[in-house]
């Protein structure tokens, strides 16, 4: 066994016989760590990529070859719990059959909540083995330091009320229920009502998806979003926006 001259916080583990066959280089999101041969095991601990609970992940997983090529098991595991070790239940996040190569495809990472900086390890090997420790006959062995994080928040509105725009007329008008399953009441004041009013809805796009224009003496209507996706889009009124959350229907008690 070729004892990795910097081992990672984890239990060893390193390939014996490592000159037909190594990780070339792996792809995890944005992330790519191209190593070629590292003798067995490669220890990449140093860099953090960061990633977030419950998220899907594509991923892509080269062997070299410095000859003939051979089919290799893949194992990618996390240590999800942060407690030192990748035995615990859910921390095989990803075993790929032999197949072609590279592989790629798509896992999850484990849902969880806060933030977690861990160690993820990667392994290729010749012959079948679920254990995240020990020696492998054939193949490589890579470490990596991951940083799980909350789920991105809701995206946020590429439209924002124009520079300048008025705040005095922020209660001047109301949409309510907000959040709403479909149908809400648009209301404005009085006085606002001598002239003619436009609402425009837009999607997180920007995109105007409902549109409204009332005649003159009306101080509130009805608007029905109930054929629009649940999400988060904007009512503009004049300078004014809102935000409107439609919720799925079912949702609310409206
Ligand atoms: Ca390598
Ligand atoms: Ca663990
Ligand atoms: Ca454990």
């Given at each position: 066994m070729n004892q990795p001259n910097n081992t990672s916080s984890y239990c060893i583990i390193a390939a014996i016989q490592t000159s037909y066959e190594w990780i070339e280089s792996i792809t995890l999101g944005t992330n790519t760590r191209k190593s070629g041969s590292d003798k067995g095991y490669g220890n990449f601990t140093d860099q953090v990529w960061s990633f977030n609970w419950g998220?899907?992940?594509a991923y892509r997983l080269e062997a070299?070859?410095?000859g003939a090529s051979y089919k290799e098991n893949w194992y990618i595991w996390l240590d999800a719990n942060g407690d030192g070790d990748f035995n615990d239940a859910g921390e095989l996040l990803l075993r790929m059959e032999?197949?072609?190569?590279p592989v790629a495809g798509t896992f999850i990472w484990p849902a969880g909540s806060g933030v977690r900086t861990t160690g993820l390890r990667v392994a290729m090997k010749f012959l079948k083995s679920d254990d995240p420790c020990g020696e492998i006959p054939y193949g490589e062995v890579e470490d990596y330091t991951v940083q799980l994080g909350p789920p991105a928040a809701v995206a946020t509105?590429?439209?924002v009320p124009p520079k300048g725009a008025s705040t005095s007329l922020e209660d001047s008008w109301k949409v309510f229920p907000n959040p709403t399953s479909g149908r809400a009441t648009i209301a404005w004041k009085n006085d606002a009502g001598q002239v003619p009013q436009h609402f425009r809805l837009m999607n997180?796009?920007?995109k105007i998806v409902?549109?409204?224009k009332t005649e003159v003496g009306y101080q509130q209507i009805t608007a029905n979003w109930q054929s629009l996706p649940a999400g988060i889009y904007?009512?503009?009124w004049g300078d004014e926006v809102k935000r409107i959350a439609i919720q799925p229907t079912g949702s609310s008690a409206y």
């Amino acid at each position: 066994m070729n004892q990795p001259n910097n081992t990672s916080s984890y239990c060893i583990i390193a390939a014996i016989q490592t000159s037909y066959e190594w990780i070339e280089s792996i792809t995890l999101g944005t992330n790519t760590r191209k190593s070629g041969s590292d003798k067995g095991y490669g220890n990449f601990t140093d860099q953090v990529w960061s990633f977030n609970w419950g998220a899907s992940c594509a991923y892509r997983l080269e062997a070299g070859f410095p000859g003939a090529s051979y089919k290799e098991n893949w194992y990618i595991w996390l240590d999800a719990n942060g407690d030192g070790d990748f035995n615990d239940a859910g921390e095989l996040l990803l075993r790929m059959e032999p197949g072609n190569n590279p592989v790629a495809g798509t896992f999850i990472w484990p849902a969880g909540s806060g933030v977690r900086t861990t160690g993820l390890r990667v392994a290729m090997k010749f012959l079948k083995s679920d254990d995240p420790c020990g020696e492998i006959p054939y193949g490589e062995v890579e470490d990596y330091t991951v940083q799980l994080g909350p789920p991105a928040a809701v995206a946020t509105f590429p439209v924002v009320p124009p520079k300048g725009a008025s705040t005095s007329l922020e209660d001047s008008w109301k949409v309510f229920p907000n959040p709403t399953s479909g149908r809400a009441t648009i209301a404005w004041k009085n006085d606002a009502g001598q002239v003619p009013q436009h609402f425009r809805l837009m999607n997180s796009t920007g995109k105007i998806v409902w549109e409204s224009k009332t005649e003159v003496g009306y101080q509130q209507i009805t608007a029905n979003w109930q054929s629009l996706p649940a999400g988060i889009y904007l009512l503009r009124w004049g300078d004014e926006v809102k935000r409107i959350a439609i919720q799925p229907t079912g949702s609310s008690a409206y």
